[in-house]
């Protein structure tokens, strides 16, 4: 049987989405994509499809189904959710998501990004707006987990973006550096918004160390799903069904540093979770376990880890690019160093790599996209400029790529005929 079916039906996904880019990090979750014969090489002109001309920055990916491209978009002091048609780039409809856009830093309230079932698309805002809509426009619900809750506290803004699994939609606020509100993990209700439950995630982490930016996992132990949270100096495993902590592990701040926030999210595959922290270490953990795991579950760890890019892993290998530029790659069970120290532009990156048809593709701040070639040898293929501020990764979808500038979305390479 079809490893691949195999993998997206443990993940409680429908096989459909296999064409499809659902998430921040795509169909498994994890940065990967099964597409193959993807564009290599492209500028503002070549092999662009269709471009789209966007208000303001995001850092938030888009969002795929069908012929179906979600957009969270940040314009004139207010939230909106696009939805594209995206044979043509031309926009079906805008709906407003609620006002009380700011800049924070690098960004601004936009960053998470949207998620979607085929059925239903939810957005979630880094000032607590949460919305569901139908694909026709009409908006399910609405919540502000502002004023339910309390308002986030996190030193470079909200950033994380809600996962969806099953019929949950599971949101981390995982802060302290701007308020002295406890940090908690919260699942809604897919369809009617309500709160299923919200659990205290519990630090001592201190100043800064207590933010983090990441997004959520699901693993698996047994056969039973398992969600995954880092931050606060801890990874730490819940119970889908209540939210109950069942197992923790630290050594994410060995050195006790007070500015130690995470912004890389935690990858699974190979039966191991990846936990990024602020570069050193970066830890893989067997998941699973009760109490505290440090010792037990932590298989092996790298000074050499990301800062903000998320790792990136095909299951036999783990692929590292940090912000600076710097390419990394890991036997992703022993953690042996297959290469490093490769550098690609010299520049920024804040957008997580992609993997697909035996490519990463990886964004960089200037707009400009480097292609190597996945595998135990480095080998660079492509640089390809788009000339404008880019803190968004790459989504993938039947063929094209689509990347998000400042200015522009675009759409690259022809979509493939089903």
Request: glycine fraction near 12%; charge should be neutral; aromatic fraction near 10%.
């Amino acid at each position: 049987m079809n490893v691949r079916f195999l993998l997206l039906g443990a993940l409680g996904l429908n096989l459909g989405l296999a064409e499809n880019w659902p998430q921040w990090r795509g169909p498994q979750m994890n940065g990967i994509s099964n597409e193959k014969n993807l564009p290599v090489k492209w500028d503002t002109q070549t092999n662009v499809t269709w471009k789209l001309a966007l208000p303001d920055v995001s850092g938030s990916t888009p969002i795929i189904w069908g012929d179906h491209l979600f957009l969270s978009i940040a314009e004139g002091g207010n939230l909106y959710l696009w939805n594209v048609d995206r044979n043509n780039g031309n926009v079906r409809w805008k709906q407003l998501v609620g006002e009380g856009d700011t800049k924070v830093r690098k960004g601004n309230m936009s960053s998470p990004s949207p998620v979607t079932d085929g059925n239903s698309v939810w957005i979630l805002t880094g000032n607590g707006l949460v919305a569901a809509f139908d694909f026709s426009g009409r908006k399910l619900w609405d919540r502000n987990l502002w004023k339910d809750y309390g308002r986030f506290g996190l030193n470079h803004g909200y950033g994380s973006s809600p996962l969806l699994f099953r019929d949950g939609l599971y949101i981390q606020v995982l802060h302290g550096f701007k308020t002295d509100d406890p940090s908690y993990v919260l699942r809604l209700d897919t369809k009617t918004g309500r709160t299923v439950w919200k659990v205290e995630r519990p630090t001592d982490a201190v100043t800064e160390s207590p933010d983090s930016y990441t997004t959520p996992a699901i693993a698996y132990h047994s056969g039973k799903p398992e969600l995954i949270i880092t931050g606060g100096d801890y990874v730490t495993g819940h119970d889908l069904d209540h939210g109950k902590e069942l197992w923790r592990g630290g050594g994410l701040n060995p050195r006790n540093n007070p500015m130690n926030r995470i912004v890389a999210s935690p990858v699974v595959n190979s039966g191991l979770i990846y936990v990024p922290t602020r570069v050193n270490p970066l830890q893989a953990y067997k998941p699973g376990g009760s109490g505290n795991v440090s010792s037990s579950h932590m298989v092996w760890a790298t000074p050499n880890g990301p800062d903000v890019p998320s790792p990136v892993s095909d299951g036999r290998y783990l692929y590292i690019v940090n912000d600076r530029g710097i390419i990394y790659c890991f036997d992703a069970l022993t953690g042996k160093e297959i290469y490093g120290g490769q550098r690609i532009k010299p520049a920024i990156y804040s957008s997580s790599p992609v993997l697909a048809d035996g490519k990463i593709y990886i964004s960089n701040e200037e707009g400009l996209t480097t292609v190597f070639k996945s595998g135990p040898e480095f080998e660079l293929l492509a640089e390809n400029p788009l000339d404008d501020y880019m803190l968004s990764s790459p989504a993938i979808s039947e063929g094209q790529i689509f990347l998000r500038t400042r200015g522009w979305l675009y759409s690259i390479g022809k979509r493939n005929a089903n």
